[in-house]
């Protein structure tokens, strides 16, 4: 069975401008979470979809947003980028919601440099 | 709100050797607690996971970690080193009542030494 695929592996921007970010599931598997890794924050929770509806949402703000089609396939967008968006966001998918016993399998990541 | 400290950033160890990551959680409620690993350029990977069975857990690769409650800690430990453990390693603690949101720990990053 194929893993959680991630694309693109890499992206560089331009501050200001947008990005859009996509995960593939595990087939068969409905939640999807994105996390953001940067060496100063370590791993932080962006959010959470499960079954087409955001479920849990972390402390970032209002230009970070996501979605989750009916393939279960997500996005996640970053506008109006800033220096500080640099990171590898990860994205992780699981049968269920999280909280209930499902483990998450995690994506490679998308390498986010935003110049 | 929860947290979860990684007491070291860096551990050093020889092949064969034992291996120790610390882990120290705070919560007023019942955890749930994982070990991921990270290899470079992948992914986390779930290592174990503690949720109110026992309290020796044991994963894969050899891994095993044990959950204390009177002293809030959660280090995961491996008799003896492989080249192939040198990664990073994060504790991760999930409370039900904060809304089953993963909060991590800051990473250990393991050096194996041959």
């Known amino acids: 069975k194929a893993g959680v695929t991630q694309t693109p592996r890499y992206l560089i921007k331009t501050r200001g401008q947008q990005v859009t970010l996509s995960c593939s599931p595990i087939?068969?598997?409905?939640?999807v979470s994105w996390y953001q890794q940067t060496p100063g924050q370590g791993l932080q929770f962006l959010f959470e979809?499960?079954?087409?509806?955001?479920?849990n949402k972390g402390n970032f703000p209002g230009r970070f947003s996501g979605r989750q089609f009916s393939n279960s396939r997500s996005e996640m967008n970053v506008s109006t980028l800033e220096l500080g968006d640099s990171a590898l966001y990860l994205c992780?998918?699981?049968?269920?919601?999280?909280?209930?016993?499902?483990?998450?399998?995690f994506g490679p990541g998308t390498r986010l440099t935003v110049t | 709100a929860q947290s979860v400290t990684q007491l070291d950033s860096h551990v050093s160890v020889s092949e064969g050797t034992p291996v120790l990551l610390r882990c120290n959680y705070s919560?007023?409620?019942?955890?749930?607690l994982f070990w991921y690993v990270q290899h470079p350029n992948k992914g986390l990977q779930l290592l174990l996971k503690?949720?109110?069975?026992?309290?020796l857990v044991k994963g894969i690769n050899g891994f095993e970690a044990e959950f204390k409650k009177s002293e809030t800690s959660f280090h995961l430990t491996k008799p003896s080193a492989h080249m192939s453990d040198a990664a990073e390693y994060f504790c991760?603690?999930?409370?039900?009542?904060?809304?089953?949101?993963?909060?991590f720990g800051g990473g250990t990053r393991v050096l194996v030494k041959p």
């Open positions: 992780a998918s699981s049968l269920g919601p999280t909280g209930a016993s499902y483990e998450q399998y």
């Open positions: 991760v603690v999930q409370i039900k009542a904060a809304g089953n949101k993963l909060t």
């Open positions: 503690y949720t109110s069975a026992a309290t």
């Open positions: 919560s007023s409620y019942s955890p749930s």
């Open positions: 979809y499960f079954s087409e509806t955001q479920r």
């Open positions: 087939s068969g598997h409905r939640s």
